[in-house]
T-cell receptor
Framework: GNSVTQMEGPVTLSEEAFLTINCTYTATGYPSLFWYVQYPGEGLQLLLKATKADDKGSNKGFEATYRKETTSFHLEKGSVQVSDSAVYFCAPRHSGAGSYQLTFGKGTKLSVIP | EPEVTQTPSHQVTQMGQEVILRCVPISNHLYFYWYRQILGQKVEFLVSFYNNEISEKSEIFDDQFSVERPDGSNFTLKIRSTKLEDSAMYFC????????????FGPGTRLTVL
């Protein structure tokens, strides 16, 4: 099955700083890749996705590019805001044929301070 | 915008008791999932459900767990005899149709087993 390695947190940044959260995965084939975000006290929200190599997912200023050569899907944002404080999860779709289950990383907690 | 809802938001139960966690998936979605997140740990897949049958289940989903779609809108997870280690946040998710792999998550039910 899949496995995911995410950058260890917590990450603390000042407002307007550049953010990178690294994510690498192991999988059979080329699964769809997702980033989910969990704001304090809330559930999981889809942040962005990419379904094939070299695709770039983007949403709310966040971006991640599907790199099959390095099996990575790093999350970036050019200028973070206090409201971006949350836990971010990288999640490839399971590799099995017909399987759509997600394998989540451990999550990276981001705190943005004014 | 349609969303997945879950009730209750917090359930407290005694060890050995049965609990039923309820989810209302997005109305035109056909595939349903349960995941759980033990406090401080990663989100783990439990089970997927389609066409009134379990499609996949993880090792966590043993005989103590069952799922049901009792009517056209609800999707439930039952734990027959809860253990302390069942304490976790339980997330329901739904997906629209085959070939569309984005799962939409509910806000979660926090289960506390005493």
């Amino acid at each position: 099955g899949n496995s995911v390695t995410q950058m260890e947190g917590p990450v603390t940044l000042s407002e307007e700083a550049f953010l990178t959260i690294n994510c690498t995965y192991t999988a059979t084939g080329y699964p769809s890749l997702f980033w989910y975000v969990q704001y304090p006290g809330e559930g999981l929200q889809l942040l962005l996705k990419a379904t094939k190599a070299d695709d770039k997912g983007s949403n709310k200023g966040f971006e991640a590019t599907y790199r099959k050569e390095t099996t990575s899907f790093h999350l970036e944002k050019g200028s973070v805001q206090v409201s971006d404080s949350a836990v971010y999860f990288c999640a490839p779709r399971h590799s099995g044929a017909g399987s759509y289950q997600l394998t989540f990383g451990k999550g990276t907690k981001l705190s943005v301070i004014p | 915008e349609p969303e997945v809802t879950q009730t209750p938001s917090h359930q407290v139960t005694q060890m050995g008791q049965e609990v039923i966690l309820r989810c209302v998936p997005i109305s035109n979605h056909l595939y349903f999932y349960w995941y759980r997140q033990i406090l401080g740990q990663k989100v783990e897949f439990l089970v997927s459900f389609y066409n009134n049958e379990i499609s996949e289940k993880s090792e966590i989903f043993d005989d103590q767990f069952s799922v049901e779609r009792p009517d056209g809108s609800n999707f439930t997870l039952k734990i027959r005899s809860t253990k302390l280690e069942d304490s976790a946040m339980y997330f329901c998710a739904s997906r629209q149709r085959g070939g569309t792999d984005t799962q939409y998550f509910g806000p979660g039910t926090r289960l506390t087993v005493l």
